[in-house]
């Protein structure tokens, strides 16, 4: 079973660079190791694994995307659909929504009454009353 934070896994935090996640994979694979020790064999492929996604830019954001959302979908699960995902997920709004409202201020600063005068033509009066 793999852990959900990867980041745990390897003891380091989510804004650590490739290089930081490298070394603290390198420091924790060899007491992990098959070779080295029997019975480890779910923490060394959760290591790996870890790496393996961390280490990969698309991977490492689409991994973040996953953690952000706190998504109820198992992690292998939304890794191995990692294409079709990012297809209906990028429609999201990510920005603030505009008030519908102005601002008390801005609604005082526009309170001044509107000067315009109606054209008056002939022509303009006779399209209004439907005579042309």
Not at 78 to 93: C, I, K, P, V
Not at 105 to 130: C, G, M, V
Request: net charge neutral; charged share 30%.
């Amino acid at each position: 079973m793999v852990k959900e934070d990867l980041y745990a896994v390897l003891g380091c935090p989510s804004t650590a660079t490739t290089d930081q996640i490298l070394s603290e994979y390198k420091a924790r694979v060899r007491q992990f190791h098959p070779d080295k020790q029997t019975g480890r064999d779910d923490q060394f492929c959760q290591l790996q694994y870890a790496k393996d996604v961390l280490t990969d830019p698309s991977k490492r954001r689409h991994y973040d995307t996953y953690m952000n959302m706190g998504m109820q979908m198992p992690l292998k699960e939304w890794m191995a659909h990692r294409e079709s995902l990012q297809q209906t997920l990028h429609w999201a709004n990510t920005s603030a929504p505009t008030p519908a409202i102005e601002p008390q201020e801005k609604r005082e600063q526009n309170d001044k009454p509107i000067d315009w005068k109606r054209h008056q033509n002939s022509t303009l009066d006779a399209f209004r009353n439907y005579r042309l």
